[in-house]
């Protein structure tokens, strides 16, 4: 970008405030943005939507040219200010790649007995399962996925499915959850597995 001239702008808005082991997850990659979107966790789901980025991006625009259906939230804007305080305090950054680290151990322990799980990938505590055939990464396997979101669902687990090839389990869950509740989910997603195998 920076030797084209483009304008580099970062998506964070699932992946910030902490979700990925780093506060933003561009961090690990060796870049700055432009321009960062943020928004979601960064107050602890109060609706709090932001655009940050270098001085000469921001400036640029007219007074009054920024700006949404969220703007100006005193509640939201000190919600926003807690969760900070909370990520210090708690040392949350930290905790993140713990929930991460025991999260893909347990999620790869099932892959060890499902051929269906191709591949468990983590950035911190933002996981993934892509479900295919066999093993076969060239064979989504969406069906397994939907039955997986449902069964869990119904022993009290909320999963997400997405992919291009709607074949892809999302596990995203809060860096607050204690290791109980975490090898809880765990036990009921290898449950899952066990019964649709």
Known sequence: CDQHGILLIADEVQTG????????AME????????TTFA???AGGFPVAGVCGK??????????????TYAGSPIACAAALAVIQVFEEENLLERCKAVGERLVTGLKAIQARHKAIGE?????????MELCEGGDLHKPN????????????DKGLILLSCG??????????PLTAEDA???????????CFDELA
């Open 55 to 68: 001085a000469e991006y921001m400036d640029a625009i007219a007074p009054g040219g920024l700006g949404g």
């Open 17 to 24: 405030a902490g979700r990925t082991g780093t506060f933003f």
């Open 142 to 153: 969406a069906a397994l996925t939907g039955q997986i979101v449902a069964r869990a669902r």
């Open 164 to 173: 291009t090839y709607g074949n892809v389990l999302r596990v995203l869950v």
């Open 40 to 42: 979601k966790s960064i």
């Open 181 to 191: 509740l975490l090898d809880k989910g765990l036990a009921i997603i290898a449950e």
């Open 28 to 35: 690990q990659m060796g870049v700055a943005a432009d321009l």
């Open 120 to 128: 468990v990938r983590a950035l911190g505590a933002m996981i993934a």
